[in-house]
């Protein structure tokens, strides 16, 4: 298994631009978490899945965050439009079970000028 | 006040030291996990706990539920393992991060 797969890795993008964020998760996999990583807040959930149905969103920062899930191998985190301050990296992981261990993907390090 | 809270944020030793990494929560959990994260950015899970303790190559994870508090250890440490270690509980939907620790391990 090729583990999972984010896309792109590096994105450069002026403010007020739309960005989309991409992720295949593992197959089989019924969980699927977006992550977001940042200097000052350290690791922060966003929002996950299971079988494609939002479960827990409290941690999308604001409407400008949509998360979708349109079927069991692929997963999009927008931002639209994006700020300066949504420079992070975001990272997507999948699990079998929400206890089970959480493989994750190498990361899309977004940086909004 | 954080519900996850790690000590040390900072840890150096020496190749060959038993490392311990402590994490204490305030929160009812349903697991915890040991996350490592490499100096390139990559993130492994490294164990999610409920009780008792796992052991995995030369690391150990132990938890005490009524004591609210987690350990990773590392057994003969290596430059291998300079990382920054993070825990990460769950309760019910909601997921909260400790800042971290970041491991130099010196040859």
């Known amino acids: 298994d090729a583990g999972v797969i984010q896309s792109p890795r590096h994105e450069v993008t002026e403010m007020g631009q739309e960005v989309t964020l991409r992720c295949k998760p593992i197959s089989g996999h019924d969980y699927l978490f977006w992550y977001r990583q940042t200097m000052m807040r350290g690791l922060e959930l966003l929002i996950y899945?299971?079988?494609?149905?939002?479960?827990?969103d409290s941690g999308m920062p604001e409407d400008r965050f949509s998360a979708k899930m349109p079927n069991a191998s692929f997963s999009t985190l927008k931002i639209q439009p994006s700020e300066p301050r949504d420079s992070a990296v975001y990272f997507c992981?999948?699990?079998?079970?929400?206890?089970?261990?959480?493989?994750f993907g190498p990361g899309t390090r977004l940086t909004v000028l | 006040k954080n519900e996850v809270e790690q000590s040390p944020q900072n840890l150096t030793a020496q190749e060959g030291e038993f490392i311990t990494i402590n994490c204490s929560y305030s929160?009812?959990?349903?697991?915890l996990h040991w996350l490592q994260q490499h100096p390139g950015g990559g993130i492994v899970s490294l164990f999610m706990?409920?009780?008792g303790k796992k052991k995995h190559g030369r690391l150990i994870a132990t938890i005490n539920i009524q004591e609210k508090h987690s350990s990773l250890h590392i057994t003969a440490s290596h430059p291998r393992d300079s990382a920054v270690y993070i825990c990460a509980v769950r309760t019910g939907n909601q997921f909260y991060f400790g800042t971290g620790t970041s491991l130099t391990v010196i040859p």
């Open positions: 899945f299971n079988n494609n149905v939002p479960i827990d």
């Open positions: 929160v009812g959990i349903s697991a």
């Open positions: 706990l409920s009780s």
């Open positions: 992981a999948s699990s079998g079970g929400v206890q089970g261990i959480q493989f």
